[in-house]
T-cell receptor, first 113, second 111 residues
Framework: DQQVKQNSPSLSVQEGRISILNCDYTNSMFDYFLWYKKYPAEGPTFLISISSIKDKNEDGRFTVFLNKSAKHLSLHIVPSQPGDSAVYFCADCLNFGNEKLTFGTGTRLTIIP | KAGVTQTPRYLIKTRGQQVTLSCSPISGHRSVSWYQQTPGQGLQFLFEYFSETQRNKGNFPGRFSGRQFSNSRSEMNVSTLELGDSALYLC??????????FGPGTRLTVL
């Protein structure tokens, strides 16, 4: 079974600095990775995605990096803002078009004003 | 465009009862997926429906079932509820891409 691991359950970052959230995955060739942000009592909100043919994707303050040799994914948020405080999940879609997402356990990001 | 809606938002049931949750996807989205979120297990995939057919299934017992209607609306049913079924149940819809858009969830409490 494909696994997605977020080894840091929590992260605190000063407002204005860079937040880096990490994710590791097990072996797969045609993955499509997504990052979601979740506030309490709400559903996850899609942030940004990257396909396995790329190594970087950028959208405003959010950049996702994919290191295929290390099977590692990271989300960079810069500059960090108080509204970024939430739980962040990385997710893996095994085959493009297959709608089953495998989620990591999440990292709670706290932005300190 | 309206987002994914789920009803009810909160539900309290007792063990042994059954429950039906409803999801209306974003207009034009034909795929609807269901996930269970618990503190211990995180977000786990239940099943996915596309054009009224179950296309993917997670590792949940047969007490968990679902269906999709011709207008893409979906329902999931849990029979013979157990205490461990207490969770946030999330529905997500997508068009042809892997990005899924989630509803606010239904918080189910089993007493």
């Amino acid at each position: 079974d494909q696994q997605v691991k977020q080894n840091s359950p929590s992260l605190s970052v000063q407002e204005g600095r860079i937040s880096i959230l990490n994710c590791d995955y097990t072996n797969s060739m045609f993955d499509y990775f997504l990052w979601y942000k979740k506030y309490p009592a709400e559903g996850p909100t899609f942030l940004i995605s990257i396909s396995s043919i790329k190594d970087k994707n950028e959208d405003g303050r959010f950049t996702v990096f994919l290191n295929k040799s290390a099977k590692h994914l990271s989300l960079h948020i810069v500059p960090s803002q108080p509204g970024d405080s939430a739980v962040y999940f990385c997710a893996d879609c095994l085959n493009f078009g297959n709608e089953k997402l495998t989620f990591g356990t999440g990292t709670r990001l706290t932005i300190i004003p | 465009k309206a987002g994914v809606t789920q009803t009810p938002r909160y539900l309290i049931k007792t063990r042994g009862q059954q429950v039906t949750l409803s999801c209306s996807p974003i207009s034009g989205h034909r795929s609807v997926s269901w996930y269970q979120q618990t503190p211990g297990q995180g977000l786990q995939f239940l099943f996915e429906y596309f054009s009224e057919t179950q296309r993917n299934k997670g590792n949940f017992p047969g007490r968990f079932s679902g269906r999709q209607f011709s207008n893409s609306r979906s329902e999931m049913n849990v029979s013979t509820l157990e205490l461990g079924d207490s969770a946030l149940y999330l529905c997500a819809s997508s068009s042809y891409r892997a990005e899924q858009f989630f509803g606010p969830g239904t918080r189910l409490t089993v007493l």
